[in-house]
């Protein structure tokens, strides 16, 4: 994902995976096995809450081996296996269960889940729709089917499930933050805006650093920087180190071409985790517009030491052009070309190249390339139908 569309929110497992004392205790008090079973049954959910997984599957077999198919057995399997990212184990217990005991909401939502877990949204949909055919109105099932439907990129049912479950809790967290994310993959970011800001506001007096982040980002996308570095000051306030906050700052600051504070973030950023090529980058640019060539190539040659970077070697391609080296930087551009032949900006800076140095028929034949490979680009667009017909390079 990339650094905006990294934040997500999971709903606890919580209880609804466990069956109650309740549900479980009902044996026929003269009925010895009933009654082993029960205890075993109570015995291996709390060992399984307490994280003793071998234990927890060590009681749910004695149950098997008194009972076989028993319902609470298979589920505790399955949980104790989906617990440890054994989902293709545990899909196995909970469908056995339901072979048996077909309608088990707690096979069921371990199923779901399970699927959910191994990204096969759709099966996961088919299950929980199975429940909510008996209780349609389970918030916790629905902001999961939401969730699912937001996976697989359904906007429609998506946004219909999140909303029917904030007409039944007004200040639903998990409808209010999954219209966020919602919004904002689908490129909405004033909307994705209103249903963040409004789940800070409900939660204003226990924060979430990821509400006031995602927040943030969305002013980045809307390039209202000034108004996104309040919240990712917010952010950083409550944690000094938090990449996303100082990410956001620097890129605010980029976007106000403050360069000087923009760097003083990206290099907090380094000094985590200094061999990160891409803010490496990001500060080579940075130096790079504010004329500081030297500083720019530094950090452009320690983001090129790393790993190959097509920013970085077009960064030191663009000092080559500042400086006025325009034969190196068209070399410079050309071999990026042969690497990347379907990036307009390269066509757009070694024309610029040809330009400068007074070649503009070699500028010509540079956009007519890019052209020819059937691909479109306003930029080579507007350039060539300059070049072409004497107008001015410069409005």
């Known amino acids: 994902m990339s650094n905006d569309e990294r934040l997500d929110f999971h709903h606890p497992a919580g209880d609804m995976l466990f ?4 549900d479980m205790d009902k044996p026929h008090e003269k009925d010895g096995v009933n009654s082993q079973i029960s205890e075993l049954s109570k015995s291996g959910y709390q060992l399984l809450k307490a994280d003793d997984i071998a234990g927890a599957k060590g009681a749910f077999q004695r149950i098997l081996a008194l009972e076989e198919n028993n319902n609470y057995a298979l589920v505790g399997l399955g949980d104790s296996e989906r617990k440890q990212n054994h989902f293709h184990d545990a899909i196995t217990y909970y469908s056995t269960c339901l072979e048996f005991h ?4 707690y096979a069921l939502f371990g199923l779901a889940d399970c699927y959910k877990a191994l990204n096969q949204y759709h099966k996961a949909i088919d299950i929980w729709e199975q429940y909510l055919v008996h209780d349609d109105r389970n918030i916790t099932v629905l902001t999961r089917v939401a969730d699912a439907y937001r996976k697989i990129h359904d906007f429609k049912k998506s946004k219909e499930l999140y909303l029917r479950v904030l007409d039944m809790e007004q200040n639903n967290a998990y409808a209010l933050i999954g219209l966020g994310h919602l919004h904002y993959d689908f490129k909405e970011y004033k909307d994705a805006l209103y249903y963040w800001t409004r789940m800070l506001e409900v939660n204003r007096n226990d924060l979430d650093i990821r509400i006031l982040t995602s927040i943030g980002n969305c002013h980045r996308k809307l390039k209202t920087f000034d108004q996104g570095i309040h919240y990712f000051e917010r952010a950083l306030e409550m944690d000094p180190k938090n990449f996303y906050a100082l990410f956001g700052l620097a890129d605010c600051y980029r976007g106000m071409n403050q360069q000087y504070r923009s760097i003083e973030y990206w290099n907090r950023i380094l000094e985590m985790d200094p061999h990160n090529k891409v803010i490496l980058t990001r500060v080579g640019d940075a130096f790079r517009n504010t ?3 030297k500083s720019a190539t530094e950090y452009y040659s320690k983001a090129l030491d790393i790993d190959f970077d097509i920013y970085a070697a077009l960064g030191l391609a663009l000092i080559c052009k500042g400086e006025g080296k325009y034969d190196e930087a068209a070399d410079r ?4 070309i042969r690497n990347d032949p379907k990036n307009y900006r390269l066509y757009v800076d070694l024309a610029d190249c040809y330009i400068k140095s007074g070649r503009t028929q070699k500028a010509v034949e540079c956009l007519e390339s890019f052209q020819k490979q059937g691909l479109r680009s306003t930029a080579v667009n507007e350039l060539l139908d300059k070049l072409r017909n004497n ?3 410069f409005s």
């Open 102 to 105: 077909p309608g088990n909401n």
């Open 19 to 22: 069956p109650s004392e309740h």
């Open 333 to 336: 551009l050309s071999s990026l």
């Open 291 to 293: 004329g500081d060539y």
């Open 391 to 393: 107008k001015p390079l």
